[in-house]
């Protein structure tokens, strides 16, 4: 903990859509999370950046119901959501591109999409499907095809555009560079500063850090389930331990 | 599911999609009605003549088909659970016992004086009206006692899930048999009503046609059902359900009360077929309900097509009438005929030898079944590799879908 420790409290709880106090997760046994304080303003790219293991795809579980913090309190725009139900967060606006993509691969790309409007009505999914297919015109010229046959980037534009079709207000992407060649990367990242541009609050889990770093307005940096370190994205990309750490530096 | 493939036209599409899809249900419906018209006419009459009139009488065929007709039933219930809701049941003849015994007691003396009621003295000859809502009834219960096994199971997945249905489907039957008092115990119930409707054909142990067509019309409304509920937004559910549970979940599908709805809808109909079967042979009996009917149906849905309804009917009638007819015609004709060595076969005995070899035979020729589901094929006969799941850790997928594997299970 140095120079790139958090910001005023007072100024992040204005606005914080998202708010983890104090949360510790198990999966069963073991203790996963340990005690994590986050929090997400509206508007912003948040990271969770750190190593295998560390707790981040852990953490965006936490958030999105899929599982639930034995002790502390996950709280999206002041609701307690700490025990509600993964289907259910998805209805309250929390949308999410979960680790691996896992995308539907013998529904075509337009099956998908409408699966990821599920809690939608028809023509709300009509209108967001055009929504989707303008910020990846590819899933447009895709649409009939089955989505194991798309190839890497397209698979996770194709999440991030299921994630979408929910209408979510905050979206978690887990590792959206997992897997892809450089240049596909760089292209999701671009796609993720867009999407962000246009009001999206989206926290966002890499192992990337460089890249999630350079779109991020904030990050928190997570070692063995707990934080360890928190600050704007700049001073994150500056601060000497995460250059050695994770940006690959000596 | 095809209709949306037109969507990338923008503009226009919805409307189109939208009376597409209302056309497509009104006209599958129809055509499902007309189809099973037609199959429900042309069999009597195939019945009638050689060689098939050579094997046994029309009215013993006829018999038969209302006997296979209630196998097709079950098979159309647990396609829902196996083939579309991707849920394993091995003990499916639960539900069936459970509807069977819930016509025992609606519609025999015995009965009756368990629930304390008198149909007969209420209804007099006409007591098997009683018949036609307990087709509804006997289905409600049997989802009912789906909902109580499946609300602390289905939270189990794959091999788990199998192992507890075929524990409940062994139970089941064992609670029959051990409830002397209220279940009459191994002689079972007997006096069962047989269903009665005014102004229509008596029905009776010498007169199968009655039968047959009731059987006829109820799986003409099963099968429609079936194929509305899987074009529906619950169809679609289960489907991803199938495909891949945490990423349902993700997209806002409660996987829970889903599953349970495949379950409660699979353990209905099997109801309904108890009922029918129940109030045809007028007698039930724990013996009935073993664990070769669960596999039997079980083996029905795999070798007819998981998935897909017609198949699955289909394939439930093949093989009802392989068991039941062919080969005790192969025996008798064997030996009529008197061919050494096979005249000293029995054929009957024979069956689950050639369901076992038909089953080994069928996955490694043709694992989407007789009658694919046109989506199990591409999961079968995978040109198209599946995503990996596991993806935490080494980016070795290097741009392309990774891996192979059956993918959400």
């Known amino acids: ?250 | 599911m095809s209709v949306v493939q037109d969507l990338p036209t923008p503009g226009g599409a919805r409307g189109m999609r939208t009376r597409a899809s209302a056309f497509g249900g009104r006209h599958r419906s129809l055509s499902i009605t007309l189809g099973m018209a037609l199959v429900a006419a042309v069999l009597p009459v195939l019945a009638g003549v050689p060689p098939f009139s050579s094997f046994q009488p029309q009215a013993a065929w006829i018999d038969g088909f209302t006997n296979a007709g209630v196998f097709v039933l079950l098979a159309l219930g647990l396609n829902i659970v196996v083939g579309v809701a991707g849920l394993l049941d091995l003990g499916y003849a639960a539900f069936f016992a459970i509807g069977s015994y819930a016509y025992a007691y609606a519609a025999s003396p015995f009965g009756n004086q368990i629930l304390g009621i008198n149909v007969q003295a209420a209804l007099g000859d006409a007591a098997g009206l009683v018949f036609w809502p307990m087709l509804a009834i006997g289905a409600l219960v049997a989802a009912l006692f789906g909902v109580l096994l499946g609300a602390p199971t289905l939270r189990l997945r794959g091999d788990y899930l199998a192992i507890v249905t075929l524990g409940f489907g062994e139970i089941v039957p064992i609670v029959f048999l051990n409830s002397d008092a209220v279940t009459n115990g191994t002689n079972g119930i007997g006096g069962i009503y047989r269903p009665y409707l005014p102004g229509f054909g008596a029905y009776s142990a010498t007169n199968p046609w009655p039968y047959y067509i009731t059987t006829v019309a109820v799986v003409t409304l099963v099968l429609i059902l079936c194929y509305r509920l899987v074009e529906s937004r619950i169809g679609r559910a289960w489907e991803a359900i199938r495909e891949d549970e945490l990423a349902a979940a993700a997209n806002g599908i409660n996987t829970v009360t889903t599953k349970l709805l495949a379950f409660a809808l699979g353990a209905s109909t099997a109801g309904i077929a108890g009922v029918l079967n129940t109030a045809k042979l007028t007698v039930v009996s724990p013996d009935q309900f073993t664990f070769v009917i669960s596999f039997t149906v079980l083996a029905m849905v795999v070798l007819g097509g998981m998935g897909n309804f017609w198949g699955v009917a289909v394939g439930a009638f093949v093989i009802y009438t392989i068991n039941n007819v062919v080969l005790k015609s192969l025996n008798q004709f064997f030996q009529s005929v008197g061919v050494p060595i096979l005249k000293d076969i029995d054929f009957l005995q024979l069956q689950f030898l050639l369901y076992g070899l038909a089953l080994v035979a069928m996955m490694l020729l043709r694992p989407e079944g007789l009658f694919p589901n046109s989506r199990r094929t591409r999961e079968l006969h995978a040109d198209v590799v599946p995503v990996e799941e596991d993806a935490e850790g080494e980016a070795a997928a290097g741009g392309a879908a990774g891996g192979a594997g059956e993918g959400g299970r």
């Not at chain 1, 979408?164 to 060649?181: K, Q, T, W």
């Open chain 1, 1 to 250: 903990m140095n120079a790139a420790t958090a910001p005023a409290p007072a100024v992040e709880t204005a606005a914080a859509v998202l708010r983890l106090s104090d949360v510790n997760t198990y999966y069963g046994a073991i203790h996963a999370l340990r005690g994590i304080d986050l929090e997400v303003h509206r508007g912003e790219i948040v990271t969770l950046i750190g190593a295998n293991g560390a707790g981040k795809t852990t953490t965006l579980r936490t958030i999105s119901g899929l599982l639930h913090p034995r002790t502390g309190t996950v709280e999206f725009e002041g609701r307690d959501i700490s025990h509600v139900a993964a289907h259910e967060v998805v209805r309250l606006g929390i949308g999410q591109a979960p680790e691996g993509r896992r995308i539907f691969s013998r529904l075509t790309v337009v099956e998908n999409l409408l699966m990821g409007g599920f809690t939608r009505s028809a023509a709300e999914n009509h209108e967001q499907v055009e929504h989707v297919y303008a910020l990846f015109p590819r899933l447009r010229e895709r649409a009939g095809q089955k989505g194991g046959t798309l190839s890497g980037g397209e698979q996770q534009m194709l999440a991030i555009g299921r994630a979408l079709m929910g209408r979510p207000r905050v979206l978690l992407l887990d590792e959206p560079s997992l897997g892809l060649a450089p240049i596909l990367v760089q292209q999701i990242f671009e796609i993720i500063g867009e999407i962000n541009a246009r009001g999206m609050t989206i926290l966002l889990v890499e192992q990337n850090a460089l890249q999630a770093l350079s779109i991020a307005h904030r990050g928190y940096v997570l070692q063995t389930g707990h934080v360890v370190l928190t600050g704007s994205a700049h001073d994150l990309r500056e601060n000497e331990m995460v250059r050695k750490a994770y940006l690959g530096e000596s």
